[in-house]
């Protein structure tokens, strides 16, 4: 098979009349332009040029070359002007990979705004336990909560944002009826964990040594809000929740940072740029909420 670059230089050559000054438009060595050319002659089994003393001549196999290198030419500029293209407007599939309450509890509005904002761009959200992986292209733009930026990937771009905190809650009710001096007890609710959390030694509100333990986010929240007893939760979840309140004494305990990270030339493309500077600053307006600032404690 022809290498392309190999015809490039020949081009060059042809069109320059020499190989230092095709050397120059392309902005390599005179030694990389006989190389090339020597490649592409050994390949056909021709000789593509005369040296004479005032330059490079086209031999008649080199006439019949230089047609069809033209066509090879335009044909290669017409492919990258359509990809190119393709890849700069605001369409096509995006892939999202996120945390589940991050998607459920804050960001699903603001996709949503950019859903219709672009309403050419084919958006996949994937917000499963698990997350996507960039460098295999699972997803485009991958959003993580970091709580180390030495273990970033250094092959992934990272966008920093705000970071994120995270506090006790219980039940409003349940809460006033502990106050009251009511005996049930108050278990500590966890998705999974083998032993009693630090954040369930805290605080004015004292758990049961029994724990209760949830499949997932979701199934955590509703048992708080249902008075099974206290739990930890991103600021961002419990504080906009009526049904639940900041457990009295206990303070905030960081998650991480957020980051926005996307891998290679994909971040290039029109719509992960559009993608990843809208969400940025969504992100950056939610600081307050996310540091937990937004809401004083009951």
């Not at 902005?27 to 190389?35: D, E, I, K, Q």
């Not at 021709?46 to 003393?53: I, S």
């Given at each position: 098979m022809?290498?392309?670059?190999?015809?490039?230089?020949?081009?060059?050559?042809?069109?320059?009349?020499?190989?230092?000054?095709?050397?120059?438009?392309?902005?390599?060595?005179?030694?990389?332009?006989?190389?090339?050319?020597?490649q592409l002659e050994e390949h056909l089994g021709?000789?593509?040029?005369?040296?004479?003393?005032s330059g490079y001549r086209l031999t008649a196999a080199g006439e019949e070359v230089v047609e069809l290198a033209h066509q090879m030419e335009a044909s290669s500029h017409l492919l990258e002007t359509r990809v190119f293209g393709r890849d700069q407007s605001a369409s096509g599939l995006l892939r999202v990979t996120l945390p589940p309450f991050l998607a459920a509890h804050l960001l699903m509005p603001d996709f949503a705004d950019f859903a219709r904002m672009h309403p050419d761009i084919e958006m996949e959200i994937l917000s499963s336990g698990e997350p996507a992986n960039l460098t295999n292209r699972e997803a485009d733009v991958a959003i993580r909560i970091v709580s180390d930026r030495k273990t970033l990937p250094l092959n992934l771009h990272g966008l920093m944002g705000p970071e994120l905190f995270g506090g006790v809650y219980l039940s409003r009710d349940r809460l006033a009826a502990w106050r009251a001096g009511a005996s049930d007890p108050i278990r500590w609710i966890v998705i999974n964990n083998h032993g009693l959390p630090d954040w369930a030694r805290e605080g004015e509100v004292r758990t049961t040594g029994i724990p209760f333990r949830t499949p997932d986010a979701e199934a955590q929240i509703v048992a708080a809000q249902q008075g099974v007893g206290m739990t930890k939760l991103p600021c961002f979840v419990g504080d906009a929740d009526p049904l639940l309140v900041r457990v009295p004494g206990t303070d905030l305990h960081m998650y991480g940072t957020l980051w926005l990270l996307t891998q290679g030339d994909t971040r290039k493309t029109k719509r992960v740029r559009l993608f990843t500077e809208f969400v940025s600053r969504r992100l950056a307006a939610y600081a307050p909420l996310l540091a937990g600032l937004s809401v004083s404690r009951d």
């Open positions: 022809i290498d392309w670059d190999d015809v490039r230089y020949f081009l060059a050559v042809a069109r320059e009349g020499s190989v230092r000054a095709a050397a120059e438009r392309l902005g390599v060595n005179h030694s990389t332009v006989l190389r090339r050319i020597a021709a000789h593509m040029f005369e040296k004479l003393p």
